[in-house]
């Protein structure tokens, strides 16, 4: 063993013996790093799509209508899909660009390192599901771990939390919808396998309050309820042969290319809800929007409404740590 290896050791030997009486060794190094402000850590599940796009659109937007005194925060975008970050990793690594998709986890933990104490996490998701929940134990999980640190965070609502979201989001949904002389419209949406899972009420109460309040309009869900068979089927009855689906995604990427609006069946023979209403003699449209000279499928996260709303919660979350 050499003697600078040596001296080196005795010598981190010491500084920890001094300090570890007096508390934890490596909070206490880092208490001139410790930055005043919050951060704000943004959560989306992800895509490698051409639909990523919309997390820009949601990034520009969030830096323009946060608050003066709030614009110049530390904003970082977390990735919850392991999938999602393997595949963009692999993606960006081959085409050489320095760039990589970090999870929660990963996130929270530099901005820990980096002298932060003060942190918002405000996830993307539209339904109080599975994926929210993994965010909440993720977030419990790395608030044990950094309990000697006095780490606070700060975790947003899903788009559903409450009802009267609900009914502020199809408010926002009205100006793209078919009228009943024009035709039906199927709101697609991600939905989820398992039948104990508490997101299940939201979309039984959506489907019902959709149902409430137009004749021609409907939910259905790659997974789960309410299902594409229902959904389809009550296309199937409307008078006016269009139909217009309204993907109820924030992303809309490979689940709308593909599953909803793909045009050729797949492998196993199945067709996409689109194929298959043309198959039943339908017209089918989607939303559509413009963004920096490319047209994309219109995802949740292309409203400016719904993202003020997301917006809403990071700041009323920033507002706690004034106090």
Not at 9 to 31: C, D, E, P, Q, Y
Not at 33 to 39: F, V
Not at 175 to 197: A, F, I, M, R, W
Not at 212 to 226: C, D, K, R
Request: glycine share 8%; charged share 25%; with cysteine.
């Amino acid at each position: 063993m050499s003697t600078r290896y040596t001296l080196f050791t005795v010598t981190s030997l010491t500084i920890f013996m001094l300090f570890a009486f007096t508390g934890n060794v490596f909070a206490m190094l880092k208490t001139m790093t410790l930055k005043k402000d919050p951060a704000i850590v943004v959560a989306a599940f992800g895509t490698t799509t051409r639909a990523q796009v919309t997390y820009d659109f949601f990034d520009e937007q969030l830096k323009k209508e946060l608050p003066a005194k709030y614009r110049n925060y530390e904003i970082r975008w977390a990735f919850t899909s392991e999938i999602v970050r393997e595949r963009a990793n692999r993606k960006f690594k081959k085409a050489g660009i320095k760039k990589r998709y970090l999870s929660l986890a990963q996130v929270i933990s530099n901005l820990e390192d980096e002298g932060y104490r003060k942190i918002v996490v405000q996830p993307l998701h539209i339904f109080p599901g599975i994926e929210y929940e993994s965010v909440l134990g993720m977030v419990e999980g790395l608030r044990e771990a950094f309990k000697d640190f006095n780490l606070r965070i700060e975790v947003g609502k899903p788009l559903l939390q409450y009802w009267g979201s609900m009914a502020s989001v199809i408010e926002i949904l009205k100006p793209d919808l078919l009228t009943p002389q024009q035709g039906c419209n199927v709101l697609t949406s991600h939905g989820t396998e398992k039948t104990n899972e508490g997101d299940n009420l939201t979309y039984l109460g959506l489907d019902g309050r959709l149902s409430q309040e137009f004749s021609n309009t409907f939910l259905g869900s790659v997974e789960g309820i309410a299902s594409r068979e229902s959904a389809l089927a009550r296309a199937k009855a409307c008078k006016a042969k269009t139909v217009k689906f309204i993907p109820f995604m924030y992303v809309a990427g490979n689940h709308v290319m593909n599953d909803i609006m793909g045009s050729e069946a797949k492998k196993n023979g199945e067709l996409s809800w689109s194929l298959e209403m043309k198959k039943a003699g339908f017209r089918t449209e989607a939303t559509t929007i413009v963004y920096k000279g490319k047209e994309y499928y219109k995802g949740l996260g292309f409203y400016p409404e719904i993202n003020r709303m997301y917006i809403e919660g990071i700041i009323g979350m920033l507002k706690k740590f004034e106090f």
